[in-house]
């Protein structure tokens, strides 16, 4: 397979993500995967925004112990948070570096950790869509010389690719716990006009004074107002323990 045929198959690959058993921490390391594939980088590791100034890391497929432990730093301090913080590509240097004394003094833990791993450099990629910005790609090297160009801007393009992915992914997620809300919503809301109908023709009273029994004997008892009701339904209960409103200007509507 040609390069240009591995690029294809990863583009495909980074769109499949719109179907129902996806597996977000599978997809992230496989994107992994492919960067090392693909880039001239000896790690690679994507990091999600979480509540906090901290991201976290799906770790990649059997790290070592020294990439673990430049994973753990790299979610509180380094280019990944910076990458995700404003949004552009930043750089790293272990060993090489032409201003050490800058990554040291902005990150001293995580630059440690990098050189003791044996990198010397590590560019992190912000993952972001328009105005949304949800993690970012760490990309480590051990060679001196930095990515060239056409590496850094497939390697964005891979990146800006994973993120729609994933966005498009929570989406569907998201349209789906909407709409099983409003199913759940509209399936309790005929149980509770069936119960209301049911309890108002058994005591003789409106609608409205039906449903206003329902719901203080829903708020007496702590319960919800669908179980009131599927009881009325199910038991034939009229709820007599709770009482009646005057029928004084009450239609028979709700």
């Known amino acids: 397979m040609s390069r240009e045929q591995h690029?294809?198959?990863?583009?495909?690959e980074l769109a499949d993500t719109l179907v129902e058993d996806f597996d977000v921490i599978g997809f992230l390391q496989q994107m992994t995967v492919r960067c090392q594939e693909l880039l001239d980088v000896t790690d690679a590791a994507v990091f999600l925004s979480h509540t906090g100034p901290r991201l976290y890391s799906p770790a990649p497929c059997d790290p070592s112990p020294a990439l673990e432990r430049v994973l753990e730093f790299a979610c509180g301090e380094g280019p990944a948070v910076d990458a995700h913080r404003t949004a552009?590509?930043?750089d790293a240097y272990g060993r090489g570096d032409a201003r050490p004394g800058e990554a040291d003094s902005r990150w001293p833990q995580f630059t440690v950790h990098l050189r003791q791993a044996g990198y010397s450099l590590a560019t992190a990629l912000p993952m972001r869509l328009r105005q949304e910005t949800i993690g970012s790609l760490l990309l480590l090297r051990s060679a001196d010389r930095p990515l060239d160009a056409?590496?850094?801007a497939l390697a964005q393009t891979l990146t800006d690719a994973a993120?729609?992915?994933l966005l498009h992914a929570r989406t569907i997620r998201q349209q789906d716990t909407v709409n099983e809300q409003?199913?759940?919503?509209?399936q309790s809301r005929i149980i509770i006009e069936q119960a209301k109908g049911l309890?108002?023709?058994r005591r003789n009273i409106s609608l409205n004074q039906a449903f206003e029994i329902m719901r203080r004997h829903a708020r007496q008892h702590r319960l919800l107002l669908s179980g009131v009701a599927r009881d009325i339904i199910d038991t034939g209960s009229t709820l007599r323990s709770?009482?009646?409103?005057?029928?004084?200007?009450t239609a028979d509507t709700e």
Do not use: E, K, Q, Y
């Open 88 to 90: 552009r590509a930043v």
């Open 150 to 152: 056409d590496d850094l």
């Open 242 to 249: 709770s009482a009646v409103l005057p029928r004084a200007n």
């Open 163 to 165: 993120t729609i992915g």
């Open 182 to 186: 409003l199913h759940t919503a509209l």
């Open 7 to 12: 690029i294809a198959r990863t583009f495909v």
């Open 199 to 201: 309890l108002a023709a």
